[in-house]
């Protein structure tokens, strides 16, 4: 008997510990160490973790605004005299600037984070609220000036001598000189619907209620060439443009609801806003239409580009789908084309990989070119005047992400690239340098870390921040031609996070659901934890093909939310699965046609490797949270793998494409919009929900329209199934900073996954308005 109240009590025992292990979680204590780890907590308590180079002119110097624990110091850099010393007394400046605004000011807690030099660098101007403040840098007399804003709405010549400007939806020049303001016009056809030389974008918002309350685009879109001889517009046809429209239930003033409405074109619509190029001669007031087909406002281009000779540009555009690019020369004169490239794939050109915008060498006698042609981001070399391929610039399995400089001169080209060095992860960026023969590849930056590059405008220098998830930044000035360093400039100092109890996110590899290929993540673990409990496991996840959602610099890693809601009890993972961005071309298009996968079987695969590695990982508790295309992540893995997810927190989702902006689905989706489309929408998929959801969005926006998250709530209602919707008022796309659905995603894991009732009303204090 002795014998069984022993084993009795060990049990009991037992049941308290784990008892303790689940509950001790998701408690107010817990709620307070996750606010202390939200973004804007944490930006308080890291130092000198980033130099940002604000170039003086067009030369190698510069200053920057450096963070320390004590305040704000500004810091002017002379990279070829290798001296760092600040900008200006701050002690002065801060007695001056006390005196001027009759307020007392701290020398390291000035009220600027920016300013501009002036009077050949005498002088700073800077704003204080809204107004300009000049300061004297020998007398430390400071005065308030009038404000000189640049007009968005006027384009001067390069010889200063012709203003261009839109005027009732055309396009007009007129003579800078003094006492000649008569308006020239351009073109005379122009109209609210085809208005010439104003500027587009996919989000601009027209109130429907009330036009008067609909900003007008005043930002003018030419581009002169470098003898202001011509010019070259678009002119922006919203004929058979449609619309999409947001419902304000709560305006700023009055009790009417708002309605607000922005040009859009839905996947696979032949209707929407087309743009059509022209060329004006400013002598002649000569209008010559350039040689391309008006271009669907789905189709990604660049904005034509002069060559110096003032006589060609150059213009690249994407087919319809994606799956061409075509590059051409323009003739400035006739407005003929010459097709220079076409190239194409069988799945997508990727838009991330075009480098030619800045590439044209040597007066446009040759160009560097990006392609994938041979199933990795490479830079080849073409004869700009036959299109003719001379050799291939980088090769090999690695990727090559963007381009720094091109040297005509030495014939070398600077680039970063990552997943070329050995026993690294293959994400991380470095600076490279080869000869355009493709002879000579040198790696400049051999710290094994992601580095963060800016070139001073003299081409002789870059200021590089590197840095890992693991690894606090370092920032250095280095000579661009060898990548040796001149002159430290910061190191991290990160000792309050430490203080704090924040521990560095764990990078991992796994393998994918091939059980061959490697898969790349980041773990967050609470700050309090402890290995002999029991945790489950939450996938912060975000799929989109142009992306990669795993942090891999130090202020990615420790700047997210994913931290927070790790604090309260929970293992918060990050992996890159198939189809993601920046790795070999077979990689990425493991997502074309297939953007419903969402690299859940890798997920889940990485997530079971680690837990057989890490036994406090309880996958029988597993959550999934993403936001935009991250949202329809997270509903579309509770509706296809409700085995596994058993809670998920969709915010701004994008569930169903055929309803996201037209650009992005076609070029991953496909063009046109087949079944697939139908077949992997959240809204075909809604009858098999079993977990815990949580929708949210907020009404106001203009990127994701909340009827995706509304049509999918419809679906849900039409099949019974039991779900929770939160529509927050006057929010728009951005989320991660609203202190209201933070709380409601950390409620709703407390509740299904911790089954733990949150506590009450929490209100998280750091992310409101001051």
């Known amino acids: 008997m002795r014998f069984k109240n022993h084993i009795y009590v060990s049990v009991l025992v037992a049941i308290l510990l784990l008892a303790g292990g689940l509950f001790s979680q998701g408690t107010l204590k817990d709620y307070q160490r996750a606010e202390k780890f939200l973004r804007k ?59 001027l605004e009759k307020k007392q000011y701290q020398p390291f807690a000035l009220p600027f984070d920016s300013f501009e030099f002036v009077d050949n660098e005498k002088s700073i101007t800077f704003k204080v609220d809204k107004q300009r403040i000049k300061c004297h840098l020998k007398t430390y007399k400071c005065e308030k000036v009038k404000e000189k804003k640049k007009d968005p709405s006027v384009s001067i010549s390069p010889d200063g001598k012709w203003a261009a400007f839109v005027k009732n939806y055309n396009l007009y020049i007129r003579s800078t000189k003094a006492g000649e303001e008569k308006h020239i016009p351009l073109t005379s056809d122009g109209t609210e619907k085809y208005a010439y030389g104003l500027s587009w974008d996919w989000y601009h918002l027209m109130n429907e209620s009330d036009p008067s309350k609909t900003e007008k685009v005043k930002e ?75 271009l669907h406002s789905t189709m990604n281009w660049h904005f034509p580009t002069w060559f110096k000779d003032s006589r060609r540009l150059y213009f690249f555009y994407y087919t319809r789908g994606y799956k061409t690019v075509v590059l051409t020369e323009i003739d400035a004169e006739t407005g003929k084309t010459r097709r220079v490239i076409e190239e194409s794939s069988n799945t997508y050109m990727d838009v991330a990989k075009r480098f030619i915008h800045i590439l044209i060498l040597l007066g446009g006698e040759e160009l560097v070119w990006g392609s994938e042609r041979d199933g990795w981001s490479h830079l080849y070399l073409y004869d700009w005047r036959t299109g003719h391929l001379k050799n291939q610039i980088t090769q090999g399995e690695f990727v090559v992400r963007s381009v720094v400089h091109v040297d005509e001169k030495m014939r070398q080209v600077y680039f970063m690239a990552s997943g070329r060095e050995p026993n690294l992860d293959p994400y991380l960026q470095q600076l490279y340098r080869v000869n355009l023969d493709g002879t000579g590849l040198k790696l400049l930056t051999p710290e094994k870390t992601e580095h963060r590059i800016q070139l001073s405008p003299d081409k002789q220098f870059v200021v590089d921040t590197y840095s890992r998830v693991d690894f606090p930044p370092v920032s250095v000035l280095r000579r661009l031609n060898n990548g040796k360093k001149v002159l430290k400039l910061e190191k991290a100092d990160i000792k309050d996070l430490l203080a704090a109890g924040w521990q560095y996110p764990e990078p991992f590899t796994v393998k994918a659901r091939d059980n061959k290929t490697d898969l790349y993540g980041v773990i967050f673990r609470p700050s309090d934890f402890d290995p002999d409990k029991k945790y489950p496991v939450i996938d912060s996840s975000y799929s989109g093909p142009h992306a990669v959602k795993t942090p891999k610099s130090f202020r990615r890693g420790c700047l997210n939310l994913d931290q927070s809601v790790a604090e309260l009890g929970f293992i918060v993972v990050s992996i890159d699965g198939l189809g993601t961005a920046n790795r070999s071309k077979a990689f990425h298009d493991f997502s074309y046609k297939n953007l419903g996968d969402i690299g859940a079987l890798d997920h889940i695969a990485g997530l079971k490797q680690l837990a057989q590695k890490y036994p406090y990982m309880d996958l029988s508790r597993v959550g999934i949270f993403g936001h935009s295309a991250g949202g329809y992540d997270a509903a579309h893995a509770l509706l296809t793998h409700p085995e596994f997810y058993k809670v998920g927190v969709a915010s701004a989702g994008n569930h169903d494409h055929q309803m996201a902006k037209a650009w992005w689905p076609e070029h991953f989706q496909g063009y046109p919009v087949e079944k697939h489309y139908v077949e992997q929408s959240n809204l075909t998929l809604a009858k098999n929900l079993q977990g815990k959801l949580l929708l949210v969005h907020g009404d106001m926006d203009n990127n994701v329209n909340p009827a995706c998250t509304l049509r999918l709530a419809a679906e849900f209602v039409k099949a019974n199934k039991d779900f929770d919707l939160i529509i927050i008022p006057n929010a728009s796309h951005r989320l991660s900073n609203h202190p209201y659905f933070i709380r409601k995603l950390w409620d709703y894991f407390v509740r299904h996954l911790l089954n733990k009732e949150p506590p009450n009303t929490y209100k998280i204090t750091t992310l409101e308005k001051k």
């Open 41 to 99: 907590n944490v930006e308080k308590m890291i130092f000198q973790t980033q130099v940002i180079p604000n170039w003086i002119k067009k030369t190698s110097r510069f200053w920057y605004k450096n963070d320390t624990p004590y305040g704000k110091k500004f810091i002017l850099i002379d990279s070829r005299k290798r001296t760092r010393k600040p900008v200006f007394n701050h002690y002065k400046l801060a007695n001056a600037l006390s005196k």
């Open 220 to 294: 003018i879109s030419v581009a002169w060439a470098p003898d202001s001889s011509k010019l070259v517009t678009h002119c922006v046809d919203y004929r058979s443009a449609k619309k999409l429209y947001l419902f304000q239930s709560m305006p700023d003033s009055g009790y009417r609801a708002q309605v607000w409405s922005y040009y859009r074109s839905l996947p696979g619509e032949t209707d929407g806003t087309m743009f059509e190029y022209y060329i004006f001669d400013i002598q002649t007031k000569k209008r010559i239409p350039i040689d391309i087909k008006p």
